[in-house]
Structure formats: structure tokens, C-alpha cells
């Protein structure tokens, strides 16, 4: 069997494709998104903070230590 050539653009990546969801399985997964999101901007929000924002100081920071580097 031949396979015929895609139609797509050369330059086009391949999308995955999207399983259906029922309204519940998606409102169930949005919800344990969301969850994550908040609970990993709540850990790790002093390093986010001082990565984005390299004029923060962290109140049990002495105002001469350097911010530390990423690695």
C-alpha cells in the first residue's frame, strides 16, 4: 500500500489530536489544573518573586546578600 503525501505545509508542526471529553471529565480537569497552578505558585512563590522581580527583597534577606543565581 502507497500512502499518499500530507496536504500540510512543510513548516507546519503535527498537532496531537484532542480526545472528547464529557462536561465533566473537562470542568474536573480544568478544576485539578487550576489547583496545581495555585499550590505550585504558593510553594515556590519567594523564587518566582525574586526571579522576576530581581529588586525583591525577602524580609529575612540582609539588604547586601546578592540575589541568588537560578543555578
Partial sequence: MSRKASPRKPNASPRLPLPELSDEAAYM???FIEDLYLWFSRT???QIRR???PWYRDPTQSPHRA???PF
Fill in 67 to 69: 540575589v541568588d543565581e
Fill in 44 to 46: 515556590y512563590a519567594t
Fill in 51 to 53: 526571579y522576576r522581580e
Fill in 29 to 31: 480537569m480544568q478544576f
